[in-house]
């Protein structure tokens, strides 16, 4: 099956600080990837949905200016927790979607982020 | 819009028995529906999904859902549990006009008793 990986896997950043998180199709091109945020027992909330080559759709409620998701390629999307605060540390899971898998997409492993 | 309800927040099952995790979905027409599993600190991997066709579904480990339309209901059985089917699992419903976005169930916590 397809393979999605998110790099890196954890990361513990100061308060104040940027972090960047990557998902990468390793075997397929993905039209769309999603990006979802993961509370603690808790349900995968939707953030922001982007296409290759073009601006991200955000979910009402999260901020563009402090979750910047840049597209590039078919294979990579990128996430950036900017000016991170404690309230921001989560579990960020990546998904990757293609026409050709008929509407599947296949997630990434997650980025447990922790901000001191 | 759609929704998802899976009014299950935990169960526990002995193992050997059986399982059946509900599912209850909101859409103004016929969706797209799947079930996850997500084990602790992992991301999500696929169970099963419905398109179209066959109401009864088959998947990965052992796992079957049923898609009933008139129940708007997607339940996940498993006939025989096993102590590392332990995990979250999640419903998802995804729409046929926005290909690839889904809305996703709260989860159920599957505990396995020895």
């Known amino acids: 099956g397809a393979v999605v990986s998110q790099h890196p896997s954890r990361v513990i950043c100061k308060s104040g600080t940027s972090v960047k998180i990557e998902c990468r199709s390793l075997?397929?091109?993905?039209?769309?990837m999603f990006w979802y945020r993961q509370f603690p027992k808790k349900s995968l909330m939707l953030m922001a949905t982007?296409?290759?080559?073009?601006?991200?759709?955000?979910e009402q409620g999260v901020e563009k200016d402090k979750f910047l998701i840049n597209h590039a390629s078919l294979t990579l999307s990128t996430l950036t927790v900017t000016s991170a605060h404690p309230e921001d540390s989560s579990f960020y899971i990546c998904?990757?979607?293609?026409?050709?898998?008929?509407?599947?997409?296949?997630f990434g492993p997650g980025t447990r982020l922790t901000v001191t | 819009a759609q929704s998802v309800t899976q009014p299950d927040i935990h169960i526990t099952v002995s193992e050997g028995a059986s399982l059946e995790l509900r599912c209850n979905y909101s859409?103004?027409?016929?969706?797209?529906l799947f079930w996850y599993v997500q084990s602790p600190g992992q991301g999500l991997q696929l169970l099963l999904k419905?398109?179209?066709?066959?109401?009864l579904v088959q998947g990965i480990k052992g796992f079957e859902a049923e898609f009933k339309r008139s129940q708007s209901s997607f339940n996940l059985r498993k006939p025989s549990v096993h102590w590392s089917d332990a995990a979250e699992y999640f419903c998802?419903?995804?729409?046929?006009?926005?290909?690839?976005?889904?809305?996703f169930g709260d989860g159920t916590t599957l505990t396995v008793k020895p």
């Open positions: 998904s990757a979607f293609a026409l050709v898998s008929g509407s599947e997409q296949y």
């Open positions: 075997d397929f091109q993905a039209t769309t």
């Open positions: 982007s296409n290759e080559g073009s601006k991200a759709t955000y």
């Open positions: 859409y103004g027409a016929t969706p797209y």
């Open positions: 419905y398109f179209s066709g066959d109401t």
């Open positions: 998802a419903v995804g729409a046929r006009t926005n290909a690839g976005k889904s809305t």
